[in-house]
């Protein structure tokens, strides 16, 4: 007999938490397996299912503090499930899912978040169902994909290369300049794995965030203009959060166009990284020099990309933003 996979379900917020009760009419989270059984029926048939609910403290406004804890569990449980599902409220489901990309880097099994405009037991204006929505991110949590995903209305999207469309659109959530990784249809999934998912890797894409305009990207050795360009010019980037990979790697072509960006009025935050060969000098000390940058040591991606977000929110002037982002980690700062 095939094994059944073993699938973790992460309640952590929305309407696609909740369900309409069918006696009193009432809407009611999810505490137990027994009520989601109600809906899904088939799920016990085909999978081995865990239940965590009552992980986020702000169901429908979301903090860093919640994604820290959905990370923390995934961490924790990593060994014991074949695939993980996410299922949040949609406003900051991008950002979200983005953010748990870079914390869960080596990640090498499914997790596929979701949501829902409408409670389980109600049927959405647009004709989506929180029960089949559900239930189709599971199928692809059972797949071999081994990265963090957003599965909306049929298509499965890179989380790192998604946006999303009008609030009313039926297909909210959609792949940015790429193709979709999958898509569910007549009862089955498939997976486009072709040659643009298989041979880049996907740190190397950026990821921006819609509403703030906050790009991250992972600066490599042959990183070209061509490459370089059309990402950093994209039209209202406020803010570039940027990681390379150590001392001197960036070439002269690089530097120029990071330069001319920062002169644009965007605002650069650089992770400084230390290479012991260099005894301790920060990487890419050329860039000391270029405007409205701050530089930051000791301090991870999803962190700093987080603080920017939230910076960018109440902040309008580069000094002020400098300031609160040296202020917001324990570790060295490189003036």
């Known amino acids: 007999m095939k094994r059944k996979k073993r699938i973790a379900i992460i309640l952590a917020g929305g309407t696609i938490s909740e369900y309409k009760d069918s006696l009193s009419g009432g809407i009611f989270s999810f505490e137990t397996k027994e009520q989601l059984s109600q809906f899904l029926p088939d799920l ?6 865990s239940l965590f609910t009552n992980i986020t403290k702000n169901k429908y406004f979301m903090t860093l503090s919640d994604w820290e804890n959905i990370y923390t569990l995934v961490r924790k449980k ?110 089955k999934i498939s997976l486009f794995l072709h040659r643009e998912h298989k041979d880049i890797e996907k740190e190397n894409y950026p990821y921006i965030f819609p509403q703030e305009k906050i790009l991250f990207l992972r600066m490599f050795p042959g990183c070209s203009f061509q490459f370089l360009q059309p990402m950093l010019q ?6 570039i959060v940027i990681e390379t990979l150590g001392y001197g790697s960036l070439s002269e072509d690089q530097v120029s166009i990071l330069t001319k960006v920062a002169l644009s009025g965007v605002w650069l935050v650089l992770l400084a990284k230390h290479d012991s060969s260099e005894r301790g000098f920060p990487m890419d000390c050329d860039m000391l020099n270029i405007p409205n940058m701050v530089l930051l040591q000791n301090t991870t991606v999803w962190s700093s990309f987080a603080k920017a977000h939230i910076a960018m929110q109440n902040i309008d002037n580069f000094t002020d933003f400098s300031k609160y982002m040296k202020t917001s980690f324990n570790g060295d700062i490189v003036e």
């Open 44 to 49: 016990e048939e085909n999978y081995r299912y």
């Open 234 to 239: 994209q039209e209202k980037t406020r803010c």
């Open 78 to 187: 990593y060994k014991h499930f074949d695939g993980f599902v996410i299922a949040q409220e949609s406003d900051s489901l991008l950002f979200g899912s983005a953010l748990l990309s870079y914390m869960l880097a080596e990640c090498k099994k499914p997790v596929i978040f979701l949501a829902s405009p409408c409670p389980f037991g109600t049927m959405g204006v647009l004709g989506k169902s929180a029960e089949n929505e559900l239930m189709n991110a599971i199928h692809f949590a059972a797949s071999d994909l081994g990265e963090v995903c957003i599965y909306d209305n049929n298509l499965l999207h890179r989380a790192i290369r998604s946006n999303r469309k009008n609030l009313l659109d039926s297909s909210s959530f959609y792949s940015y300049q790429t193709d979709p990784l999958g898509k569910y249809e007549e009862g």
